[in-house]
């Protein structure tokens, strides 16, 4: 297995970062090569199950299992495509007045024979962390933009 991990604190309140990290309509806003939903049973209670199909270029046909779910604190959950498997733990932690995001991810490569390890580490574990970060990137902008615009103590322009 090969873990990587990103973190983001986002400038909303710890509610509105849990509420929009699980709301599939965002999801193609923010999440790496996400395309859409193509079923859910359960999601995201512990034993749900969500189907979803990529963007084009991305990993295709992706199978989630949510094997813990702690509103406002932890969801991790199994996962599967046709290259990888593995499991992704997010995290969520008040941080002052921001709300802190963590992603780890424990992966592994289904094929790739001798070298699979070697590719693992000169070519797969930086594309894995990076869409890690952009996705959490595009995340902190999506929440923070909503929180402002939803919150009455932000001057409005005259």
Known sequence: MSRVSASVAVNASLAEVWDYYLEPEGWPAWVDGFGRVESSSGYPRVGGTLHWVSAP????????????????????????????????????????????????????????GPLARLT??????????????????????????????????QEQPL
């Open 120 to 153: 693992d580490m000169l070519f797969i574990r930086s594309q894995m962390r990076g869409s890690l970060e952009r996705s959490l990137a595009r995340l902190k902008l999506e929440v923070e933009e909503v929180a402002t615009a939803t919150d009455p103590r």
């Open 57 to 112: 270029a991305g990993r295709g046909e992706v199978t989630e299992r949510a094997l813990e779910h702690e509103p406002r604190r932890i969801h991790r959950v199994s996962f599967e495509d046709a290259d990888t498997e593995g499991e992704l733990k997010v995290t969520f932690a008040i941080q002052g007045e921001a709300t802190l995001v963590t992603q780890e991810q424990d992966y592994r490569l289904r094929r790739g």
